[in-house]
């Protein structure tokens, strides 16, 4: 990656990718009065539990095993959160829907710990980007040699991915279907090339896709989505 940071730099200052965007619609909400929050697969650092903690009481919840010690972060299964009804008044979730069996479950019990009027916020891979279809197409132990070379961290989880949430369509139908969601917003996020960082060539193919497709604001073929949904109060 260091040899394509000069690109990044250069062609992605001042653009809000990926989490940046995540964490400005998680500070909207919390300008509405929000006090309690669940980061939803908070990982093995639970890195945003920690930073939002400072700001508002927040649990993490994840499948990993080895979580910090210092933290209010629990194993759990988002298909089975051990909260109460109405819990929070915030949710949100990075780079998890995409490994998602059964999303519609999860977002059940997301309904479920959320206040009446509560905010979920989602962060997921667009499963159009190509990134994700490559992923798609690929076997889970090519796409964990593959994420390993280029990153050389272990911060990075290469766990199965299914794709079964990420589009917009998925969460239009599920607001349609069953009445308890309504969506504020469905964004596209940018990110820079990083799976073609590996070549200074491709990566600057990868940022000419990436600025043609948002200049046409094509949201569904984004890298991500950043999707706001809210409770409806009854």
Known sequence: MAHVVDLIQRF????????????????????????????????????????????????????????????????GDLSRLPFRDGAFSLIFSRSVFEH????????????????????????TPNRFDYSSVAAALTPSWFHEWFVKRLYSSASYDTFPTVYRANTPGFFRTITKTTKRWRIRRITGVRHYPANLAFSRLLFRIGILYDWLIARAGLTALQPSLLVVLERAAN
């Open 12 to 75: 992605y200052s001042g653009v809000p990718i990926g989490q940046l965007s995540l964490e400005a619609a998680i500070h909207e909400a919390l300008a509405e009065g929000r006090t309690t929050a669940l980061d939803a697969g908070c990982g093995v650092d639970a890195r945003l539990t920690r930073k939002l903690g400072t700001e508002i009481r927040t649990v993490g919840v994840d499948l990993c095993r080895g979580l910090p010690k210092d933290l209010h972060v629990i194993t």
């Open 100 to 123: 998602l069996t059964e999303p519609r479950r999860v977002l059940e019990e997301f309904h479920r710990v959320l206040q009446p009027n509560g905010v979920c916020i989602i962060l």
